[in-house]
């Protein structure tokens, strides 16, 4: 009982995999960089858009192929955690861009 109790706790399975984090990430900076083509200039829409296509990239770790001992590896925690960092701050730039579009 104890045992299948441990390997049940062990196995948890995230909402949003690492792969997920990297996709929305990338597709938000992609994102951002178009809207701030009409906002700035065209370096700067490159410069994002180079960004997030470096996350879309990322996006194949494999996560659900790690075991138990590489997902509770200090590592992939700081990876996941930077993930959702990542996602949560490419949505806030999309928002902040088409806010900043809104107004003009």
Not at 1 to 13: G, L, Q, S, Y
Not at 63 to 76: A, C, F, G, T, Y
């Amino acid at each position: 009982m104890t045992n299948a109790f441990v390997k049940f706790f062990m196995k948890k399975r995230h909402i949003i995999t690492i792969e997920n984090l990297h996709l929305i990430a990338g597709f938000s900076l992609i994102i951002s960089g178009i809207l701030v083509y009409f906002i700035d200039s065209l370096e700067m829409a490159l410069s994002w858009a180079i960004f997030g296509a470096m996350y879309i990239s990322m996006s194949d770790i494999g996560e659900s192929d790690m075991s138990i001992e590489k997902l509770n590896h200090p590592n992939h925690i700081i990876r996941r955690l930077f993930g959702y960092v990542g996602a949560g701050l490419g949505v806030v730039l999309v928002l902040f861009y088409l806010g900043k579009l809104a107004l003009n």
